[in-house]
């Protein structure tokens, strides 16, 4: 006889009440990435943030 396993309902109850929060965590990740790959040296060069900070970056 086959033993219960309580793993597939856990999951399934624990899934169904955080999607909202992995769907808004892939969203707002995939964002993120999308705008610090899309910044250049010149953005850099002209970055306040950037400029207060030189000593912080190696390059």
Same mark, same amino acid.
């Given at each position: 006889?086959?033993?219960? *396993?309580?793993?597939?309902?856990?999951?399934?109850r624990?899934?169904?009440?955080?999607w909202?929060?992995?769907?808004?965590? =892939?969203? +707002?990740? +995939?964002?993120? +990435? &999308?705008?610090?790959?899309?910044? +250049?040296?010149? *953005?850099? &060069?002209?970055?306040?943030? =950037?400029?207060?900070? &030189?000593?912080?970056f =190696?390059?």
């Amino acid at each position: 006889m086959r033993k219960f *396993d309580p793993w597939n309902v856990f999951f399934k109850r624990e899934f169904n009440r955080n999607w909202p929060f992995l769907v808004g965590f =892939a969203v +707002t990740g +995939t964002i993120i +990435t &999308k705008f610090s790959l899309g910044l +250049t040296e010149e *953005d850099r &060069k002209n970055s306040v943030f =950037a400029q207060r900070h &030189k000593s912080c970056f =190696a390059s």
